[in-house]
């Protein structure tokens, strides 16, 4: 069993930024890929960025040159970096982790952005 654990969101004013953290905790495969997902009201879940365990990444293309990921392999932790925001990027962010062929989902957190 694997649990994901986030913090940081809330409400900023467009062209401000926020930085999400989550860390990762149980029975986590030395190779992984961890990432954030958002869901706007009224819309499915999409990739907004992931990272392998070996620092290969991928953005969705509305958050390149805005947002930026990075990990710590040895505590288990993702965290996304998110500048020049829109209120466009308001949603509920899920921290994720795929490991040993299953994928696990943090509880969400509120990103708002005020235009």
């Known amino acids: 069993q694997v649990q994901m654990v986030e913090s940081g969101g809330g ?5 401000g930024s926020l930085r999400l953290s989550c860390e990762g905790s149980g ?6 890929t961890m990432g954030w997902y958002r869901q ?3 819309k499915q879940r999409e990739l907004v960025a992931v990272i392998t365990s070996g620092g290969n990444t991928h953005y969705a ?23 020049s925001l829109k209120p466009e990027d ?16 943090g509880q969400g957190t509120q990103v708002t952005v005020s235009s």
Not at 11 to 15: D, H, S, Y
Not at 91 to 104: D, P
């Open 11 to 15: 409400l900023v004013q467009a062209g």
């Open 90 to 105: 308001t949603a509920v962010y899920y921290c994720n982790i795929l490991t040993g062929g299953l994928n696990y989902w």
């Open 27 to 32: 029975n986590i495969f030395v190779i992984n």
């Open 61 to 83: 293309d509305s958050v390149k040159g805005r947002f930026a990921i990075s990990r710590d392999n040895n505590k288990n932790t993702v965290n996304l970096q998110m500048n």
């Open 40 to 42: 706007a009201p009224g």
